[in-house]
């Protein structure tokens, strides 16, 4: 998970004009409501349909470069993609007096792009950090029995919106909205073992709420998903150990550090945006940059 911006990607012009479609749905909706309120949990949800067109998806695919805004995996080249609303607009799960968020349904500002596995509630299977790569593969094989996923959940820390008139900046949500607080400072990797497996990471005030609601709600470490990244943790772990060897083989040549040196800077590639896993390769690449920090120090150089 990563850090997005939202500031260099234009709101879709059928959701900002917006378009007949979606004027009218929103025009149906605010009727809908209106005439059930206040909502009991009897009521069904309005069926909203004009929030995904062409211009959202193309949009969508800009602002995290065709990756899942929470796992990270690549989900346009195979068809797993979701425009997802990040505030629920259908319900929330565990309140029935709440109607959901749905005078956000075609906010371009609630809306990220996401895999089927994050965005639903599926039947799916979570490594723990003592697991080993070859039992997680036998999982696959397994029958998942839990349901893990986003699906309507929606946990927040203040007080909850109901309605447009309501400020949404007072809920302080859990679930962490990557265009709005940078993952990496709720988040970290284990890298300790062949898994990774992303942490809520540990602060002067304890472990990270928001990274441990946004882990478990979104199922970061289920069982395919770890097996994914692994494909790109290897490359840098294959970087890592040549790095190391040829540190620990220098003999003092200006030359061969300027090279070593390149050779790290060369990593950054995979922590680019559009990159598959690039928070997870950031992560690692400045665990090499500590331990090259550290190598410097012992050996008396001057900063790089």
Partial sequence: MRKLDRTKVSAPPSLSTPSVRVGNEKAAAVLYYGARNPWQSSHKSYAFNEYRDVDVKGALWKLAGGNCAYCENKIYGNGSREVEHYRPKGGIDGLSSHPGYWWLAHEWENLLPTCRDCNKSLKQHIVTPIMTRAEVEDLL?????????????FAIRGTRAVGNSCVLTAEDPLLIDPCMKDPALELSWDFSNELSLLKARAGMHGISPYGDYTINTCALNRAGLVLDRISVLNVLRR?????????NAWTGSATELQSILKSVDELE??????????????????????ELEQWRIAKGLPPF
């Fill in 141 to 153: 094989s397994v029958k998942a029995k839990t349901l893990y996923g986003k699906g309507t959940q």
């Fill in 269 to 290: 590639v995979h922590a680019e945006a559009g990159q598959p896993f690039s928070g997870m390769a950031s992560a690692f690449i400045d665990d090499i940059e500590n």
């Fill in 239 to 247: 970087h890592r150990i040549s790095i190391t060897d040829r540190l």
